[in-house]
């Protein structure tokens, strides 16, 4: 089945680590996404790219970093630059400029610090 | 810039009650609209959408009509069940960059 697969689905970090996020698709999807989701605030622009050796930053980039070296593959770094990483991370992907496509989404990853 | 505006929660109706869930958006252009669907601890679901104005999603009993007028996409279920407790989300897309309102939560009791 075609789909996104993010992993893992809950992820522990230490004060000053880094992370890194893993997120997979198989949907032959050009474009990938990355959000953050606190409660109350909704869904928010991390990085997106809509091609490979490309990506851009959205709305709260500081402190995170992504790279784009295969089609299927748009990993998410939380650096310890990133003060309050305390989050569910979604990964999405979506074929880009067609008015009739939805994004697809994963099903989530969980980041706590201890 | 391109944002969505949809009504806080939580929406808290008995079992059978008609939903309403209000959204807003603005956007330069003619942008497509969607509902998403999210259950605890999961992704987004695509629950319906809409293309172009006077267009309407449906799916599952919930409906909601491209307004471009009033730059609106309402959501709407004349009845709800206690199934439909999730939170839903507006959202612009298609050949724009994926942008979301703040989510509504949705609790249906017996």
């Known amino acids: 089945d075609g789909g996104i697969t993010q992993s893992p689905k809950y992820l522990f970090r230490k004060e000053g680590q880094n992370v890194t996020l893993s997120c997979e698709q198989n949907?032959?999807?050009?474009?990938m996404y990355w959000y953050r989701q606190d409660p109350g605030q909704g869904l928010r622009l991390i990085y997106y790219s809509q091609i490979v050796n490309d990506f851009q930053k959205g709305d709260i980039a500081e402190g995170y970093s992504v790279s784009r070296e295969k089609k299927e593959s748009f990993p998410l770094t939380v650096t310890s630059a990133q003060k309050n990483p305390t989050a569910f991370y979604l990964c999405?992907?979506?074929?880009?400029?067609?008015?009739?496509?939805?994004?697809?989404f994963g099903q989530g990853t969980r980041l706590t610090v201890v | 810039g391109d944002s969505v505006t949809q009504m806080e929660g939580p929406v808290t109706l008995s079992e059978e009650a008609f939903l309403t869930i209000n959204c807003t958006y603005t956007a330069t252009g003619y942008p497509s609209l969607f509902w998403y669907v999210q259950y605890p601890g999961e992704g987004l679901q695509l629950l319906l959408k809409?293309?172009?104005?006077?267009d309407k999603g449906s799916n599952k009993g919930f409906e909601a009509t491209y307004r471009k007028e009033t730059t609106s996409f309402h959501l709407e279920k004349g009845s709800v069940q206690v199934s439909d407790s999730a939170v839903y989300f507006c959202?612009?897309?298609?050949?724009?960059?994926?942008?979301f309102g703040r989510g509504t939560s949705l609790i249906v009791h017996p």
């Open positions: 959202a612009l897309g298609g050949s724009y960059i994926p942008t």
């Open positions: 999405a992907s979506s074929p880009p400029g067609q008015r009739n496509t939805e994004a697809f």
């Open positions: 949907l032959n999807h050009d474009a």
């Open positions: 809409a293309t172009k104005a006077d």
